[in-house]
Structures are given as structure tokens and as C-alpha cells.
């Protein structure tokens, strides 16, 4: 037995010095198991995914090997959340506990730190935007003169959706770098020197993934001294890395070249009749594009968009060209008017390949909003890209997630990133699903494109929600769906309160269920994962049918068609695999903890009238499958009574 599996057995085992500096920590055989893999990875540098069930602790199984092997290691999530609750909960107790503190950084994002240089220039555009704008330049002000880290988080007098918050921090598009007058007092350039000496520095996917494809000037990199990277919830990371290869517009962009163009030209006396005139041009054509823009907010192909929609997008090649001419003729007039030159000339040649789509192999969209829109080039397999982003990294790859496997197969999962070779293991959750849980499949319901399909399943969930006064989460695949539930259950009279996506941020929603302790949460994707939920808030969870992706999204369209050329089954390879990953996340809401019980309800008749619905049904925690309503509602009042 190696050192390093010795040291593992001692920290996650029976006699843990875990069990007493760590709430609910309890010894666990699937996490031991999952740690001995990421440490052998570590050791031998070969490549892992595991995929690790609800309850199994893989946080701590890939903690603690990090923390003993002495290397440099990078922890990506895909949210903040759990960010947040490594860098200020978890490492800091148990390098304690294990007796290795170590030098650990969080890394966000440039927009989460305050921009002193754009924070300098905000009282022109804040003394247009009324008082509230005004008050909340103060406080940030007032604020940022105090704070060593500049994480705008810390500023709770201001709310997160503020106007104020674009025009005081940065993206990389307006970022000076190290041409800025105050690059040396910048939080962002601080915290990257932290993360950059830290022993274990925490990031996101995004910033993963820029820190491998760009390297931005002066601010120094993350990934050449790392020798391991560990990705958590990596089941979205082959999603991210799809769209981070997106040549985009955005009517965000050309809103915030405009403004901050004219802001800087104004401040070095360059703001002539001539620039004014050709960044009004520019604002023009946005608008005119927005208004031809597809309404609804879904995505629709170029090739489905009005012709009069492409034909502007020539003439917005055109207005950035004379916008980035002029800049460029005023020679060196400052680093701001540089750096929007720079970004002129980068959002041309965006419009000009986005212009010329017709004679692109890639993917070309649209997603228009109220008062939005947006316009990609996608390619339709990134593989490539990605792989050759991963293998330029001289580090151990590690991924793990609840959901990364279709049965034991991780085919879909792998073939995404790229990489090879990766090894590949599957660690059953630990929690009782056969005693705790089970799966009622309501009987009867008409296929899912029934016009009365949703009515029919809000009237089959009711008695359950009566069974469980309310708690529950119930999980749509559209918003139509959702809407449609929520004006029939709002109607109705019964003892739950009600609360709907979209009538609130979702951090507020998830803080008043938990508040409520008979609350009916009504949610589409965003409440399908990343959702922790433990004790009896939560013991329903009911989905109206099985995740496949919209038929009519562009993307998808083009992904099947291209994987028929290759020769493979669109559905069994992708839409299949897509949708059983899926179902898994919402289910997965559920049992989180090892005194949580409840009932998933899956109301689509696929499950139980098609062949693939045995591949899903196999994919999912072991519950017993009961098809009488009474039967749920009775396991239920077991758990309640205590007699379960």
C-alpha cells in the first residue's frame, strides 16, 4: 500500500480527525474508494473522470488527495456557489484538520472586482441615471476606498442587478490591462498574483477555460505552473467549452463600445462632429437589428431569420469599420481610445465572418430578446478545439460530477472533451433509495404532445402535494409548460404557498421555500441542478416529461444532421445520452442528505410505453416504481408517522 492510500485511509476512515472539525462528516466507503482513484490519478498522471453519486462526499475525496500530494493544483466549478464554499468553508477546515495548511486563492472573473479606472469615470453616465444611480455610485465609492480584495460581493448596500455594477467593473473586451493608468493598484491583477502563487487556486469554467485560450496581457497565467486541475460539476464543461468558441455579437457590445467610445474621446477632446456622427451610425444599425431581430427568445437559424436582418448585418460591418478608421487615425490619444480602436476592430471582423455566414461550415443563430439580441457562429464540434486546449496543458486532467455516465458507459461524456486516454469510473451513491425514496409513475396520461398534456399532469401531481403539504419542486422542460401550471395551480385553492419562477431571483425563491416548510417551487433548467435541498423543505420532486432537447433548436438540428453524415444514430448517440443526463440532474434534487426521503414523480408515458425508456429507468437511483397514487401518498404518511 503506497503512502499516499495509507494517509487517505487515516483522514477519510474510521478515527478521522475529519469526524470532529467537519460537521456531519461520517467515514464512507465510496468516498475512500473515489479518493484512492484521484490520488492514483495524481500520482501517475493519467487522466480521470468519475462520476459520483448524491451523498458519496466527492468534494472531500478530491480535497484531501489534493491536500496531501503536495502539488499545485486548480479546482474549476461551474458555479459560484460552490467556489464559495470551498475557498471560505471547506479547504480552510480541513487543511486544519489534516495538518497542511496550505496557500489557497479564489479567482473570479474580471466582472466580480471593482475597475478602479472605469470607477473614476462613472459620475457622468451615474448622474444621468437619476438619484438611485447617483446613491449607488456613493456607496460603491465609498466602498472601494476601504476594501483590499474588491470583490463587488462584499457591497451588500447595492443590489446585484444595479445598473451601476457594468460601468464600474470590466470585461475583457474594455480591460486596459497593463496600459492602464491604475494597473497597479487593480484587485484583478492582485488576485491573479494570488491565485498564481497559491498552492490551490479555485476558479470557474469560464475562467478555465480563457485562462487556456488567451493570455492576457500583464496579468499573468494560472495553468503553466499547475501540475493537476480538478473539474467539478464537469458535466457542464463540455457545454461551456461549445459556446466558448462562438464567434458573437451582442447588442451589449456595440452599446458599451458606443458609450465607452464617446466617454473617452470626450475626456482627451477628441469627441469631434465626425466621430459623434459615425458612433451615432453605429447605435442606428444596432437598432435596427434589434427590431428585426426573432422575438420570444429562442434561438432560430440565420436561415430561418427575415432577409432584411442579414442585409443589416452588412451595414453593421460597414458603421464598425468607420468607427474603428477614425480611432485608429487618432494615433495615440490615450490608452482608452486604444483600447476601443482594439475593440472596433475585433467586432468587425466578427461582423464581416458573421456577414459572410452563407459561406461558413459552422452554425449560424439568432436569439433576440425585449430589448436584445444576439447573433452566433457556432461550430458544430468543438472536439477539436478542445482537445487541442486540453492536451496543451502539461497537467493531470480530473472530472467528476454526479451525472457524467449514461448507465457505465461514459462515451458521451469523453468524446466531447476530446482527450484521451481518460480513465473512467462509476461510484454508486451510498444513500438507501430502496428504503427512502420511491418512483411514481402516474398512470394513464395522454402522450406529451396532447393539448391537455399539462393540465393532465398538474391534475395527477395534486394529490401528492396534498399528501406532502406542499414541499415540492416541480420541474418543467418549457416555459410554456410552467406558465400554463402555475395559472392552473394559482387558481385552485389548497394549503401550500406558491412560488413560480421568474416572479423572483432564484436565490430569493430557493431561500423562501426553504422559509416556507410547505412551499410548491415551479422551475424549468435553471432549478434542474446546483440546487441542495436537505431535510423535509424538499420530499417531492415532480418532472412533466423527459428532457429531450427542443426539436426545434437550431443546434441541435445541425449537431444530428452532422452526426448522420458521420454515420452514427442521432438519437441513440446524442439525443439520447443528452436527455438521460438530464433527467438524472432533476431527479438528483431530491435525496441529499442521509435523513431525506421522498417521491419523484415522472409524468411522461414514454417511460413506461418505449423501448428507451428502460435506459432511463437504468440510469436512476434503485427507487421502487409504484403506479397507484395511493401507494405514494402512503409512503409519505409512513415517513411522517416515523414508521417507515
Not at 501540475?227 to 467539478?232: A, K, L
Not at 475626456?267 to 458612433?279: K, N, P, Y
Request: net charge neutral; proline share 6%.
Amino acid at each position: 500500500m503506497s503512502s499516499m492510500q495509507s494517509s487517505l485511509e487515516a483522514f477519510l476512515g474510521p478515527g478521522s480527525p475529519l469526524g470532529t472539525a467537519l460537521a456531519g462528516f461520517s467515514p464512507r466507503p465510496e468516498q475512500l474508494e473515489m479518493a484512492q482513484l484521484v490520488g492514483a490519478a495524481m500520482a501517475g498522471g493519467r487522466h480521470l473522470a468519475v462520476e459520483a453519486g448524491a451523498g458519496t462526499g466527492k468534494t472531500l475525496a478530491y480535497l484531501v488527495p489534493a491536500l496531501l500530494s503536495g502539488k499545485r493544483v486548480i479546482i474549476a466549478t461551474g458555479t459560484r456557489t460552490l467556489q464559495d464554499q470551498l475557498f471560505h468553508r471547506d479547504l480552510p477546515v480541513v487543511g486544519r484538520a489534516l495538518g497542511r495548511p496550505v496557500a489557497v486563492a479564489q479567482l473570479k472573473g474580471r466582472a466580480n472586482y471593482v475597475c478602479l479606472y472605469r470607477l473614476g469615470r462613472a459620475g457622468t453616465v451615474a448622474g444621468a441615471g437619476g438619484a438611485g444611480a447617483r446613491r449607488d455610485l456613493r456607496r460603491i465609492s465609498d466602498w472601494a476606498v476601504r476594501t483590499r480584495s474588491g470583490d463587488i460581493a462584499e457591497v451588500e448596500s447595492v443590489a446585484e442587478d444595479s445598473p451601476l455594477w457594468p460601468l464600474v467593473t470590466s470585461t475583457a473586451e474594455n480591460c486596459l490591462g497593463s496600459r492602464c493608468p491604475d494597473f497597479d493598484a487593480c484587485h484583478v491583477v492582485a488576485a491573479r498574483k494570488r491565485a498564481v502563487r497559491a498552492d490551490i487556486a479555485i476558479v470557474n469554467h469560464h475562467l478555465l477555460l480563457a485562462d487556456m485560450a488567451l493570455q492576457d496581457e500583464g496579468f499573468g497565467r494560472l495553468l503553466p505552473g499547475a501540475e493537476v486541475v480538478v473539474v467539478d460539476e464537469a458535466h457542464r464543461f463540455p457545454e461551456t467549452a461549445q459556446g466558448w468558441f462562438d464567434v458573437m455579437l451582442r447588442s451589449r457590445q456595440l452599446e458599451d463600445l458606443v458609450r465607452d467610445t464617446a466617454a473617452e474621446a470626450l475626456e482627451t477632446g477628441l469627441l469631434d462632429q465626425e466621430l459623434r456622427a459615425s458612433l451615432d451610425a453605429l447605435l442606428a444599425v444596432a437598432r435596427d437589428l434589434q427590431a428585426g431581430s426573432p422575438a420570444g427568445g429562442e434561438p432560430v437559424a440565420m436561415t430561418a431569420v427575415a432577409p432584411a436582418f442579414t442585409g443589416v448585418l452588412g451595414a453593421l460591418a460597414g458603421a464598425l469599420a468607420a468607427v474603428h478608421a477614425q480611432l485608429v487615425a487618432r494615433g495615440d490619444a490615450g490608452a482608452g481610445v486604444g483600447r476601443c480602436a482594439e475593440r472596433s476592430g475585433v467586432l468587425h471582423a466578427a461582423a464581416g465572418r458573421i456577414a459572410d455566414w452563407q459561406t461558413q461550415a459552422d452554425l449560424c443563430w439568432v436569439q433576440g430578446g425585449r430589448d436584445s439580441f444576439a447573433v452566433h457562429l457556432t461550430p458544430l464540434d468543438a472536439t477539436r478545439q478542445l482537445r487541442e486546449l486540453l492536451e496543451g496543458q502539461s497537467c493531470t486532467w480530473i472530472f467528476t460530477s454526479a451525472t457524467l455516465a449514461v448507465g457505465d458507459d461514459f462515451t458521451h461524456f469523453t468524446a466531447r472533451l476530446g482527450l484521451g486516454p481518460v480513465d473512467t469510473r462509476r461510484i454508486d451513491s451510498p444513500f438507501d433509495y430502496a428504503r427512502c425514496a420511491r418512483l411514481y409513475l402516474p398512470p394513464g396520461l395522454p402522450p406529451p404532445q396532447a393539448p391537455d398534456y399539462t393540465g393532465r399532469c398538474v391534475a395527477a401531481i395534486e394529490p401528492v402535494l396534498a399528501a406532502s403539504r406542499g414541499r415540492a419542486f416541480l420541474l418543467f422542460t418549457s416555459r410554456r409548460a410552467l406558465q400554463e401550471a402555475a395559472t392552473l395551480l394559482g387558481a385552485r385553492s389548497h394549503g401550500y404557498r406558491l412560488l413560480v419562477q421568474g416572479t423572483a431571483p432564484r436565490s430569493r425563491l430557493l431561500a423562501e421555500f426553504t422559509r416556507a416548510e410547505n412551499a410548491v417551487l415551479l422551475g424549468t433548467a435553471t432549478f434542474w441542478e446546483g440546487v441542495d435541498i436537505r431535510g423535509p423543505a424538499l420530499v417531492v420532486v415532480a418532472i412533466d416529461r423527459l428532457p429531450f432537447a427542443s426539436p426545434g433548436d437550431p443546434f441541435l438540428q445541425a449537431r444530428l444532421e452532422q452526426v448522420r453524415r458521420a454515420g452514427g444514430d442521432p438519437f441513440r448517440d446524442y439525443q439520447l445520452p443528452q436527455a438521460v443526463l438530464a433527467l438524472r440532474q432533476g431527479v438528483g434534487r431530491l435525496i441529499r442528505g442521509t435523513t431525506d426521503y421522498g417521491i419523484v414523480i415522472i409524468c411522461d408515458p414514454r417511460l413506461s410505453g418505449r423501448g428507451y425508456g428502460r435506459t432511463f429507468l437504468a440510469s436512476l437511483p434503485p427507487m421502487p416504481v409504484v403506479h397507484d397514487v395511493e401507494d405514494a401518498c402512503g409512503f409519505l404518511r409512513q415517513w411522517e408517522a416515523g414508521e417507515a
